[in-house]
């Protein structure tokens, strides 16, 4: 049974930047491709970024433009959401989550596994 745990959400002013880690337990991590999204209340949990297995492959949303950045680290099970120029509309809950796919996919019913979200609020 694979596990997911995100940190590194918080509360930071408008302008900054956060690193939010994905730490996966159980299971083959590297087979799989990993994703982030975000909730923001009262609004449908979004897409944000894709990396696939080996990690040679990643997608974006466009609405965040090139503000963000996924990568990964197979040999430390974990998957990392670089996020900059912080505005208040960016807060939300932040998940990672596991597809059962090996290639970068947007789809949200493509992901099987989801951890338990990390709080990202931005100051204005």
């Known amino acids: 049974q694979v596990q997911l745990v995100e940190s590194g959400g918080g509360l930071v002013q408008a302008g900054g930047s956060l690193r939010l880690s994905c730490v996966a337990s159980?299971?083959?991590?590297?087979?799989?491709?990993m994703g982030w999204f975000r909730q923001a209340p009262g609004k449908e949990r979004e897409f944000l970024a894709a990396i696939s297995a080996t990690g040679t492959s990643t997608t974006y949303t466009e609405s965040m433009g090139n503000r963000i950045s996924i990568s990964r680290d197979n040999a430390k099970n974990a998957v990392y959401l670089h996020m900059n120029s912080l505005e208040p509309e960016d807060t939300a809950v932040y998940y990672c989550a596991r597809s059962y796919l090996r290639t970068v996919v947007r789809g949200l019913s493509t992901y099987v596994t989801w951890g338990q979200g990390t709080q990202v609020t931005v100051s204005s």
């Open positions: 159980g299971g083959t991590f590297s087979s799989n491709s």
